[in-house]
């Protein structure tokens, strides 16, 4: 009901998505005042899941110049590849998203943008890892 709660407009802007409907979710993004925790990837994905990829592809390409000179989230960076249908680059991103223990990898095992991946090897390595591992 507060609409400057920004937080709330992405998590209902990802739920719209999952829900196949990409048009609401970035009615939801787009209201924001601020970014929020892993908001950054939000309007790429969306981008990606509703078929237009030069959009998509743009958003990345942002990013990885905004990554030069701050700190950008490659577990972000690895959502949107996935959201691309980039399973090597997705998996890539995570492996540095673990390296440098990005906090959103709490976030692994349940995402659904990263349902492509799951089946892939280095995938599962990389889940196995942040079982056993102490946070």
């Known amino acids: 009901m507060d609409r400057g709660l920004d937080h709330a407009r992405s998590l209902l802007g990802r739920t719209y998505l999952r829900m196949g409907d990409?048009?609401?979710?970035?009615?939801?993004?787009?209201?924001?005042?601020?970014?929020?925790?892993?908001?950054?990837?939000?309007?790429?994905?969306?981008?990606?899941?509703?078929?237009?990829?030069k959009e998509a592809l743009a958003g990345l390409q942002r990013l990885l110049?905004?990554?030069?000179?701050?700190?950008?989230?490659?577990?972000?960076?690895?959502?949107?590849?996935?959201a691309l249908d980039e399973p090597e680059a997705a998996l890539g991103?995570?492996?540095?998203?673990?390296?440098?223990?990005?906090?959103?990898?709490?976030?692994l095992r349940v995402d659904p943008t990263l349902d492509g991946l799951r089946a892939e090897p280095r995938f599962a390595a990389l889940a196995a890892w942040f079982s056993r591992s102490p946070s």
């Open 22 to 53: 990409p048009v609401r979710a970035m009615g939801e993004f787009e209201q924001r005042r601020a970014m929020t925790i892993g908001s950054s990837a939000d309007v790429p994905v969306a981008h990606a899941l509703a078929g237009r990829r």
């Open 93 to 107: 991103s995570l492996e540095r998203a673990l390296a440098l223990r990005d906090p959103m990898l709490h976030l």
């Open 65 to 82: 110049d905004e990554a030069r000179d701050r700190y950008v989230s490659p577990y972000d960076i690895a959502t949107i590849y996935a």
